[in-house]
């Protein structure tokens, strides 16, 4: 495997159940993050994790739970979500987070998730 | 905070050249970035631009820097049914240390 995968790729959850979303890099990278993209709307980014650490939270609803066990994977736990948190998923890892040249971002196919 | 804009559609003739344009506000980004999303992917970064540069060619793209006006443009030459896709601007800098994203153009490219 190569760049940024995701599993699942499609998850389908009522509002009872409890997921997670899986994102693993193999870029050697530093930092990770989870981004929110809905019809219409920009990418809105969810989380950031920096060598291991949480280091932005942008008011996400506590329904959603990341976790960051190494800094090869990411997670993203999901309970009593709503129809309107469906949407793509989307994964990435950078270099490094911050300000520094060469700090592309690398994104995953995404998971397309839909609540019922 | 930073805000990005696009146009959100662009549709051209296989063969024409596509220009895709952004705005941003934040005056001190210093890092330029134009992303493709194909259909069911995820983001695949396409090229960038840092901001002391005003232009830059890589193959059939070009990407032009007006800083004074804070606009990017991405030309693609000889667009070819394969660009079809949704393209974003994000802008990396300014007090927030986050990429911003546009909501992203979609470019259709008709035979």
């Known amino acids: 495997e190569t760049g940024v995968t995701q599993t699942p790729r499609h998850l389908v959850m009522g509002m009872t159940n409890k997921k997670s979303l899986k994102c693993e890099q193999h870029?050697?990278?530093?930092?990770m993050y989870w981004y929110k993209q809905s019809a219409k709307k920009p990418l809105e980014l969810m989380f950031v994790?920096?060598?291991?650490?949480?280091?932005e939270n942008n008011s996400v609803p506590s329904r959603f739970s990341p976790e960051c066990p190494n800094s090869s994977h990411l997670f993203l736990h999901l309970h009593t979500l709503q129809p309107e948190d469906s949407a793509l998923y989307l994964c990435?890892?950078?270099?490094?987070?911050?300000?520094?040249?060469?700090?592309?971002?690398?994104f995953g196919p995404g998971t397309r998730l839909t609540v019922l | 905070g930073e805000d990005v804009e696009q146009s959100l559609f662009l549709s051209v003739r296989e063969g024409d050249s596509s220009v895709i344009n952004c705005t941003y506000t934040d005056s001190s980004s210093t890092y330029l970035y134009w992303y493709k999303q194909e259909p069911g992917a995820g983001l695949q970064l396409l090229t960038y631009?840092?901001?002391?540069?005003d232009m830059k060619q890589d193959q059939r793209l070009t990407v032009l820097l007006n800083k004074k006006d804070k606009h990017l443009s991405l030309r693609i030459a000889d667009t070819q049914t394969g660009d079809s896709a949704i393209y974003f601007c994000a802008a990396y800098g300014g007090s927030q240390g986050n990429l911003i994203f546009g909501k992203g153009t979609k470019l259709s490219v008709k035979p």
């Open positions: 631009i840092f901001s002391n540069m």
């Open positions: 994790y920096s060598l291991e650490e949480r280091v």
């Open positions: 990435a890892s950078s270099q490094d987070h911050g300000l520094a040249w060469g700090n592309e971002q690398f």
């Open positions: 870029l050697g990278h530093n930092a």
